[in-house]
């Protein structure tokens, strides 16, 4: 099964303001980010994070994202500062933007969603992006920032259904 998450920013304190998110301290996002992820995923899964995956301290890093299970692939997103120590805890593939196949349609993935539908690659008619946590995107664009699902990762079936690509 194929997984895809964006903007989880794991041990930034200040995205919980900033992105108004439920939570009281960063330590309940963490656990609540994680066990979501982990709840979903299965080690044999593949995970495409679509940036922003974590701040603070490498020894936090590491702690939290060598505890997410499946193969991690990084789309990487305007806060990634240390794209060796995300390989080292798990994200060995690491790209600026990557086309999928979600049920034999070419999607892009990116974390910055492009300005218009004609930005996309020629033989794309589909985006997923992250960037602006909590703003719905439109069709057919899809904004998988975690802020607008329920914390967790989406599977490509919900991403399917969303798109309606069938």
Request: proline residues 7%; glycine residues 6%.
């Amino acid at each position: 099964m194929n997984w895809y998450i964006s903007d989880t920013h794991f041990g930034h304190e200040r995205i919980i303001k900033l992105a108004r998110r439920p939570f009281k301290t960063v330590e309940e996002m963490d656990e609540t980010l994680a066990r979501r992820w982990n709840e979903c995923v299965k080690p044999e899964d593949t995970v495409y994070h679509l940036g922003d995956v974590a701040f603070g301290s490498e020894k936090k890093q590491r702690e939290i994202l060598s505890s997410l299970s499946g193969r991690k692939i990084l789309v990487y997103g305007n806060h990634e500062k240390n794209l060796a120590l995300l390989a080292e805890c798990g994200f060995k593939e690491q790209h600026p933007c990557l086309t999928v196949q979600l049920h034999g349609t070419p999607v892009y993935l990116v974390h910055e969603s492009p300005p218009s539908l004609e930005a996309l690659p020629p033989h794309c008619m589909y985006c997923l992006h992250g960037h602006v946590h909590n703003k719905p995107s439109r069709h057919p664009f899809l904004n998988i920032a975690v802020d607008l699902w329920k914390f967790g990762p989406i599977s490509e079936d919900e991403i399917a259904d969303n798109l309606d690509i069938r």
